[in-house]
């Protein structure tokens, strides 16, 4: 998963934890902000949220989450999956 290294949200401070990203990023209910701009707007002064956020802005810089942690199921609005270091 890719993600903006700008863009900023409350909780942001986890985004060494690829499923907590996701996890936000699937709900998309958080406010989003650039660090660029410390806004809600990019320096291209676009909106900021994960899908807007993307190598079609200058002001793009990526970051690559670490893989193996996405999420492949859910239930009830929880979500139940485990990652590869957890065991059954």
């Known amino acids: 998963m890719k993600i903006c290294t700008f863009l900023r949200w409350k909780g942001s401070h986890l ?8 996890r936000v990023v699937d709900k998309n209910s958080v406010p989003y902000s ?16 994960p899908e807007c956020c993307n190598e ?15 999420l492949t199921q859910r239930s009830s609005g929880l979500d139940t999956t ?3 270091n957890q065991q059954s």
């Open 15 to 22: 985004r060494q934890n690829a499923l907590a990203v996701q």
């Open 34 to 49: 650039c660090l660029k701009t410390m806004q809600i707007w990019s320096p291209t002064g676009d909106i900021v949220a």
């Open 82 to 84: 485990k990652t590869s």
């Open 56 to 70: 079609q802005r200058s002001c793009y810089k990526a970051k690559v989450l670490p893989s193996g942690q996405a």
